[in-house]
């Protein structure tokens, strides 16, 4: 590390002994399925806002936080300080802090004075006051428009949160921090970019002008411990006996849309399903931001470039997915399909990818059809609506449907089997459904899970692979 002013000397000071985190306790786990393996997963224990009150988000502590930190990376070695294990580092810096908070007369107690030097460790190494949020387990978006104002969601309701930004300009150096560190930028020539962190957080942001108030930012956050149908089960989201139904149309190489509204849990249910694809199988996985987490080990991960300063060099959806098809696939995983790659995505699952999974963007199972219509339609081909859906209803066999509830809570409210054509019409049949009742005087949506009695038609092909799907599973009079 360089050597600092004469105001400031580098003698060590000891690192603060580590507290130990107090025990959780396991949740319950679920009772044992064929096709469900259980698992005990930990619920993390939700933490409360910052206090406004506290003394460290005043102007003027986080005016001393931003000088000091320019001050430490003019005066400081910081990629020799970064090799450093984290406890060393910690010293060092907590030592320069103490100095600096001496000379600024600056009236910290020992934790207040923790709390500071991690602050300055996250805006030297981390993303400044977004680190605690990120940190935040409870957390699953986070939603900043312009310096002042944050939100953040937790358990589906949003709330606002005490993350101070200097100015303007602090926020813009935390957003370049972002964006730069996959290869992107954002400026007032580019000022809409989707990023990702690096722990796989999806990153959406818009500067001026399009952001009218400042820098608008949307964090999705990349869970550390995926969601597995056992905790989807757990949660609520989806009963045991259409879990298992999911479980083993996977396996048996069903092709599944996974469709619903923004932020309804698409995505965490395709990492769900994932689990059951065999570990012997070659998946390829195509999205604009990398976020899926499959565990097989057998895996070929692609993302779309934007285009270059110059406007060149963009590569999308669509040209992946046809590269795709030349590396050998067993299935194609579309992390979100958006485009005129719906064409290509179809001709995949009709010639020998089956098995293959997407989501789509629509409120119920008969508007993703006609969503998925819509964007064969965008590739341009002289085809008729009865030719399209012809390819639709030959690729696809199933369609899981998810919604947020107004309580902020994500529930399957359908799964729908499509069994062919009639005509120029598409043939579908609820298997499951949620029906909805009412809504209790604090807000939460009051419902149930049932079968409708009919029986899916590719029980078929899973008897032939060895999986037995009890026939009570499909009996509307037997609760779920």
């Known amino acids: 590390m ?3 002013s004469s105001r400031f000397s580098l003698r060590r000071a000891p690192a603060p002994e580590p507290v130990a985190p107090p025990p959780l306790a396991p949740a319950p786990a679920v009772a044992e399925s064929p096709l469900l393996v259980p698992t005990v997963m930990v619920e993390p224990k939700p933490k409360a806002p910052a ?39 910690r010293a ?35 993303l400044g006051p977004l680190e605690p949020l990120l940190k935040d387990p409870s957390i699953s978006d986070i939603l900043i428009n312009g310096h002042e104002a944050t939100f953040v969601e937790r358990g589906g309701l949003l709330e606002p949160v005490a993350c101070r930004f200097k ?3 602090h926020l813009l150096r935390i957003i370049n921090k972002i964006v730069s560190a996959v290869g992107r930028r954002v400026d007032e020539s580019h000022p809409l970019c989707d990023a990702r962190l690096l722990d796989g957080s999806r990153v959406n942001v818009a500067v001026r002008p399009i952001g009218v108030d400042g820098p608008l930012v949307s964090i999705r956050k990349f869970s550390k411990k995926p969601f597995n149908l056992t905790k989807l089960v757990d949660i609520g989201a989806i009963k045991p006996q259409m879990a298992e139904l999911l479980a083993a149309a996977v396996k048996a190489r069903v092709t599944t849309i996974i469709s619903g509204g923004t932020g309804s849990g698409k995505t965490t249910m395709l990492n769900a399903l994932s689990a059951f694809i065999s570990e012997k199988e070659r998946l390829i996985t195509i ?24 406007g060149k060099g963009e590569i999308r959806q669509r040209e992946l997915v046809k590269n795709a098809l030349r590396m050998r696939p067993e299935r194609i995983i579309l992390g979100e399909c958006r485009g005129e790659e719906a064409f290509d995505m179809l001709q995949a699952m ?8 997407a989501t789509i963007h629509a409120n119920n199972p008969r508007e993703a059809i006609s969503r998925m219509e819509q964007l064969v339609g965008m590739a341009g081909l002289p085809m008729t609506i009865a030719s399209i859906r012809g390819q639709i209803a030959a690729a696809v066999r199933l369609i899981v449907q998810l919604q947020r ?5 994500r529930r399957v409210t359908a799964v729908t089997e499509i069994t062919g054509m009639e005509g120029d019409i598409v043939q579908m049949q609820d298997i499951y459904k949620y029906v909805r009742t009412g809504t209790a005087e604090d807000g939460t949506v009051e419902g149930h899970f049932q079968a409708t009695g009919v029986r899916p038609r590719f029980l078929a092909d899973l008897q032939a692979k060895g999986i037995k799907i009890p026939a009570a599973y499909f009996d509307p009079s037997k609760p779920l």
């Open 51 to 89: 206090e406004s009150g506290n003394p460290l988000l005043s102007d003027k502590f986080l005016d001393a936080k931003v000088r000091l930190h320019r001050r430490l990376i003019e005066e400081v070695n910081l990629s020799a300080l970064e090799k450093l294990p984290e406890d060393e580092m």
């Open 405 to 409: 509830m107004s309580d902020g809570k």
């Open 287 to 310: 999205e604009d931001a990398a976020e899926l987490q499959l565990q097989q080990p057998h895996v070929a991960r692609m993302e779309t470039r934007p285009p270059n300063i110059e």
């Open 350 to 357: 009709n010639t020998g990818h089956e098995g293959s999974m």
């Open 167 to 169: 100015d303007e300009a």
């Open 92 to 126: 060092h810096i907590q030592q320069l802090v103490t100095q600096y908070i001496v000379v600024e007369r600056l009236a910290l107690n020992t934790n207040e004075l923790n709390a500071f030097v991690a602050e300055i460790l996250d805006e030297m190494t981390g």
């Open 2 to 4: 360089n050597a600092m």
